[in-house]
């Protein structure tokens, strides 16, 4: 009886084994629930706000160029952040489509890839480089050094326009700034996307920090179609010249300029002046003595136009119709001076329209740093478009055109030879052939063809026996001229 006194009841040994075995897995929940909230908190980090101020930290893409210091500041902001907005708030500001403004430009700042991060160090005194002030420090991510203030006329504006370097940290704040050369642009033009696609592209193929050995022009494809509506697309071979005119034409217009007056780095690089002399004729089918009277009239005097260009079109002379003796059809040759000739000032050619008719001449008055020649090599008639294969021949180097440019304008320009840098091929068919690309490298000094994703060297003797359509020249300065000289 003593022994079994001392021995429990079974169900309350039964009801102790259960509540330790709830405690055991309750504390077991607990510890796991602590083990995920924080891969719960860093997968809810997507949605999290994230303002101007700490866009280049906590986005991926810039968290390696911020200093050391920035990055507590911004992990205690965002926590902050992540207790005052609650799950559901961000999800009804979602759904109402209320983004913050501020965080939508922080995210699409094109300037970010410049940031150099082997130059940047932030244990220098928080003092400007030019006027050792400790007001207003900024500092320039791309070079490391420091500026004062952020307006039109401050150290660090005249800074980034002048060396093209947007993307600032202030010193005192922590917030990061970039500017966009203070060009503005009306509400809702999406020409601007353009630029900023191929100013994309263009830093992305010239960048020495490049982990990647090429890059996919897919986003500046898309903003050409979407930018010319159409006009040009992926799917569909377009004309080479048509889509030159155009695309300088539209990058010009989107970063601010006009036919006059304002200009941009396009037409700084491209854009020339001629003197346009046109004179009007009388209808061949009047009788002599009435056109001479006519004549002697204000109207069929001739006028001279100042205009410019951004590329010179060079006509080619008429290809044969007939086969010769052989019964095979002869490729004509033509020398590239023979068709320059047209801007000589002194060589009249007739233009025909529908009710007149007009003899005009053409004088370069301002040769740019680089000059675009365009072979015309298609024309088009009511039936179909034809296309003239007459091989053009031309020098690789030294093509001096001072003879072309009037007495007046001689002496200002000191420097009229130009030297071959590219030369886009035609091939084929008006409306099936494909494009080569014949490109100097400048560096070793030598040629490579490109069509596609094909790369080859070649000689440039082979240059001048194809079908050149568009050519690149470029001005010689002093020092190259020298350097060719010896």
Request: overall charge positive; some cysteine.
């Given at each position: 009886?003593?022994?079994?006194s001392?021995?429990?009841?079974r169900?309350s040994?039964r009801?102790?084994?259960?509540s330790?075995?709830r405690g055991?897995?309750?504390r077991?929940?607990?510890?796991?629930d602590r083990?995920?909230?924080?891969?719960a908190?860093?997968s809810?980090?997507?949605?999290?706000?994230v303002k101007?101020?700490d866009?280049?930290?906590?986005?991926?893409?810039?968290a390696?160029?911020?200093p050391?210091?920035?990055?507590p500041?911004v992990?205690v902001k965002?926590e902050?952040?992540?207790?005052e907005d609650s799950?559901?708030e961000r999800?009804?500001?979602?759904?109402?489509?209320?983004?913050?403004?501020?965080d939508?430009?922080s995210r699409?700042c094109?300037?970010?890839?410049?940031?150099?991060?082997?130059?940047?160090d932030f244990?220098?005194e928080?003092?400007?480089?030019?006027?050792?002030s400790?007001?207003?420090a900024y500092?320039?991510?791309v070079c490391?050094?420091?500026?004062?203030?952020r307006?039109?006329?401050s150290?660090?504006?005249?800074?980034?326009?002048?060396?093209?370097?947007h993307?600032?940290?202030?010193?005192?704040?922590l917030?990061?700034?970039?500017?966009?050369?203070?060009?503005?642009?009306?509400?809702?033009?999406?020409?601007f996307?353009l630029?900023q696609?191929?100013?994309e592209?263009?830093?992305?193929l010239?960048?020495?920090r490049?982990?990647?050995?090429?890059v996919?022009?897919?986003?500046?494809?898309?903003?050409?179609?979407?930018?010319?509506?159409k006009?040009?697309?992926?799917?569909k071979?377009?004309d080479?010249?048509?889509?030159?005119?155009?695309?300088?034409?539209?990058?010009?217009?989107?970063?601010g300029g006009?036919?006059k007056k304002?200009?941009?780095?396009?037409?700084?690089?491209f854009?020339g002046?001629m003197?346009?002399?046109t004179?009007?004729?009388?209808?061949?089918?009047l009788?002599?003595?009435?056109?001479?009277?006519?004549?002697?009239n204000?109207?069929?005097?001739?006028?001279m136009?100042?205009?410019t260009f951004?590329?010179?079109?060079?006509?080619?002379?008429?290809?044969?119709?007939y086969k010769?003796?052989?019964e095979?059809?002869?490729?004509p040759?033509v020398?590239?001076?023979?068709i320059?000739?047209k801007f000589?000032?002194i060589t009249?050619?007739?233009?025909?329209t529908?009710k007149?008719?007009?003899?005009?001449?053409?004088q370069?008055?301002?040769?740019p740093?680089?000059?675009?020649?365009?072979i015309?090599?298609?024309?088009k008639n009511?039936?179909?478009?034809e296309?003239?294969?007459t091989i053009?021949?031309f020098?690789?180097?030294n093509?001096?055109?001072?003879?072309y440019?009037?007495?007046e304008?001689q002496?200002v320009?000191?420097?009229t030879?130009?030297?071959?840098i590219?030369?886009i091929?035609h091939?084929?068919k008006?409306?099936?052939g494909?494009?080569?690309?014949h490109?100097?490298?400048h560096g070793?000094g030598?040629?490579?063809?490109?069509?596609?994703l094909?790369v080859t060297d070649?000689l440039?003797q082979?240059?001048?026996?194809?079908?050149?359509?568009?050519q690149i020249w470029k001005?010689?300065d002093?020092d190259?001229?020298?350097?060719?000289?010896?």
């Amino acid at each position: 009886m003593s022994g079994r006194s001392k021995r429990e009841p079974r169900g309350s040994t039964r009801g102790k084994r259960e509540s330790e075995s709830r405690g055991s897995s309750g504390r077991v929940k607990r510890e796991r629930d602590r083990e995920r909230e924080p891969e719960a908190a860093s997968s809810r980090g997507s949605p999290v706000r994230v303002k101007r101020e700490d866009f280049a930290v906590a986005e991926p893409a810039s968290a390696r160029e911020a200093p050391a210091s920035v990055v507590p500041f911004v992990r205690v902001k965002r926590e902050r952040e992540v207790d005052e907005d609650s799950e559901p708030e961000r999800e009804v500001r979602a759904k109402n489509g209320r983004v913050d403004s501020e965080d939508r430009r922080s995210r699409h700042c094109p300037y970010l890839d410049t940031i150099n991060r082997s130059v940047l160090d932030f244990d220098f005194e928080k003092l400007c480089s030019i006027s050792l002030s400790h007001i207003n420090a900024y500092a320039c991510l791309v070079c490391g050094k420091y500026f004062q203030g952020r307006g039109l006329k401050s150290h660090a504006y005249i800074h980034s326009v002048q060396f093209s370097h947007h993307v600032f940290l202030n010193l005192h704040t922590l917030k990061f700034y970039y500017n966009y050369k203070n060009i503005k642009r009306p509400p809702g033009d999406i020409m601007f996307l353009l630029v900023q696609r191929f100013g994309e592209l263009m830093r992305k193929l010239w960048n020495p920090r490049n982990f990647k050995a090429h890059v996919s022009p897919h986003e500046m494809l898309q903003a050409v179609v979407l930018c010319s509506k159409k006009t040009f697309q992926i799917t569909k071979q377009g004309d080479g010249v048509d889509f030159l005119s155009w695309f300088l034409n539209a990058l010009h217009s989107a970063l601010g300029g006009t036919k006059k007056k304002k200009k941009t780095i396009v037409t700084d690089v491209f854009q020339g002046s001629m003197r346009i002399f046109t004179k009007k004729l009388p209808h061949p089918d009047l009788p002599a003595e009435e056109k001479e009277q006519l004549l002697h009239n204000d109207e069929y005097q001739e006028t001279m136009v100042e205009s410019t260009f951004m590329y010179l079109t060079l006509d080619l002379p008429t290809a044969p119709l007939y086969k010769d003796e052989k019964e095979q059809l002869i490729i004509p040759q033509v020398p590239l001076f023979n068709i320059l000739a047209k801007f000589n000032g002194i060589t009249e050619k007739e233009y025909k329209t529908y009710k007149e008719n007009f003899l005009k001449r053409f004088q370069l008055t301002k040769l740019p740093p680089y000059l675009i020649f365009c072979i015309k090599r298609f024309t088009k008639n009511n039936f179909f478009v034809e296309k003239n294969p007459t091989i053009v021949n031309f020098p690789i180097t030294n093509v001096d055109l001072r003879e072309y440019l009037s007495e007046e304008v001689q002496a200002v320009h000191k420097n009229t030879t130009y030297d071959l840098i590219a030369n886009i091929v035609h091939d084929g068919k008006p409306s099936e052939g494909s494009y080569r690309i014949h490109v100097l490298h400048h560096g070793t000094g030598k040629w490579y063809e490109l069509q596609d994703l094909q790369v080859t060297d070649i000689l440039p003797q082979m240059i001048t026996l194809s079908e050149a359509y568009i050519q690149i020249w470029k001005r010689r300065d002093n020092d190259e001229t020298n350097q060719q000289g010896a």
